[in-house]
């Protein structure tokens, strides 16, 4: 059966069915109004909330042909508690825009939803509300927000990209490339199939919540999510941050499979420019990163340092400290 | 130029130009970080908002051929604060999520952000954020967030459709099948060209958010937007509050100019189910409805009544109460 057989009102009742499942208890109890009237009502521990949109969009963002809707569900708002993540903050509740044709199945939609429901169990997220349409294409956007712990009174210090300091190294957690090497694979670049750990990493990638929490408790000042491609995003940071940065190339942790799909000239300009790898990107002294590594189960490593330059540029030294240079520093939306 | 030749990074850039080209002073203090980092952090005098995320999609609520940019923009701001001036809230910060062809004018776009910004200095709402991508189809998210004001310690009481009580008369603001009678003239029906009243019913819908406040200020308890039709969304009001509604025929304001565009046979049919109308619909005992038409200057108009049937139907009593027959309640998405 397609959208259009069942008719909006009962999609919407099916959708919250499969959303409300996993209903979080911490976050339910501040619900106050959820899914069902014109806008929900949510309330916090203190005045102050993160709010990020970020939408995934068919044929852009995933392809029916390799994605399942459970991926796209997880991605869509995994991809926003990325972002919380990066602020140091706590998720807390979400708005889902669904716009499909027609002609989508029921179940795909369901099975979406339960892919949105399993991210939002994952993480203590609880879907308030939302919208749904019609379109010729499929997209999906989900508003998120979350909260940060405040000490007594204190203002809310946000991890931001404007915090870098001189002196500060450059650290990242996980590893790079994984998810864009698969994205090529799958569009053709290559005559090898993806390896289920690159499909993982394009497919679910997972928002490293904890560790921006860590980060935030240790000290750090300065983050930024990796999505669209690392040097593209230090570049963020560092332009936000007035000064700018040198990265080790021989310290940048590859995903594993992408040496067994590309070429090793290959390698490192993947993992440095692919993007979609949704990891966190901090800089801060080196022993607070220590501290914030001797916390985390997730590998953290430091790849370079920042340095006095205003011009926000991002530097690759290769060995004996030789420049290296890529023709593109990271995804291109349009 | 287009924007895949402008390229991502400038495109915010020249969007939040326009955006914050109207920061609301009053807002502007509460947030904390707005749009340039990866996500925004608000604050709020309470330790609640109201959420609410609603789409406009071309081909389905707009086209290029007869909406402008400004209006599309105007528009996709204005049914979310609809929504939360149904709730009785005051609208605060949003969230844009904007996917558009490659091939899209930049100056389609600029001009997009114009009537958002209309709006958003109209009603004091500050865009704190959002994301741009590539798509087929232009889609425009809102994501938008409210207050509710609250008296001492009270908890939070929004205006609610579950809230209606026998007793009630149903009442409603403005008037109703403007902006349905345009899209019907738009999409080919009759042989009309819409007025201006009617075009600027469709495409500047003017959220009733001081009478929102003034609704719930006096001590109304339900309402709804009527977005889909006053049929439909009156069901949902009757639905929520496990009751029936009745309503008087002869009582229902039509926007004038709709008697000008089309037979006196079916303007009752077009104001009850055209939809997009944006009004409030709300009930209360009669003389709460007097008191609320006392403060505001858009008129108000008790339509009907709600009934002790918990099956949440709604009759149209026409002449001497004969109920009248519709062919469709309102709008339908799929």
């Not at 796209?72 to 979400?94: E, F, R």
């Not at 801060?284 to 590594?293: I, L």
Request: aromatic letters at 4%.
């Amino acid at each position: 059966m397609d959208v259009a057989q069942l008719g909006e009102q009962e999609l919407i009742r099916r959708m919250a069915e499969v959303l409300s499942s996993v209903a979080n208890p911490a976050v339910s109890t501040d619900v106050l109004v959820g899914i069902g009237d014109d806008a929900a009502l949510v309330q916090w521990d203190s005045p102050s909330a993160l709010l990020k949109s970020d939408q995934q969009v068919e044929g852009v963002h995933f392809d029916r042909s390799w994605a399942e809707p459970e991926d796209v569900g997880w991605k869509a708002l995994a991809v926003n508690l990325s972002d919380i993540a990066s602020m140091g903050g706590t998720p807390h509740s979400a708005l889902i825009s669904l716009a499909v044709p027609t002609e989508t199945e029921v179940s795909w939609v369901e099975r979406l939803c339960s892919g949105l429901a399993q991210a939002a169990s994952a993480y203590g997220v609880e879907v308030v509300g939302g919208d749904t349409s019609s379109s010729s294409v499929i997209v999906i956007n989900v508003a998120l927000t979350g909260t940060l712990s405040v000490r007594g009174g204190s203002r809310p210090d946000p991890l931001l990209r404007s915090n870098g300091m001189v002196g500060d190294v450059v650290a990242v957690t996980g590893s790079f490339g994984g998810a864009g090497a698969c994205l090529r694979l799958l569009t053709g670049a290559g005559d090898k199939r993806p390896t289920a750990g690159l499909m993982k990493a394009l497919l679910r990638p997972v928002p490293r919540v904890l560790e921006g929490r860590v980060l935030r408790e240790e000290g750090v000042r300065a983050a930024i999510d990796v999505s669209d491609g690392l040097l593209s995003d230090l570049g963020r940071l560092c332009g936000a941050s007035g000064l700018s940065g040198v990265v080790d190339a021989a310290a940048v942790p590859v995903h594993e499979d992408v040496y067994a799909c590309f070429p090793l000239g290959e390698t490192l300009e993947i993992a440095l420019t692919a993007g979609e790898d949704y990891e966190l990107l901090f800089t801060a002294p080196a022993e607070v990163v220590e501290r914030v590594a001797s916390r985390v189960e997730t590998p953290v490593s430091v790849i370079g340092r920042l340095v006095p330059d205003p011009a926000g540029e991002v530097i690759v030294e290769g060995r004996a400290g030789a420049p290296v240079e890529f023709p593109s520093s990271g995804w291109r939306h349009f």
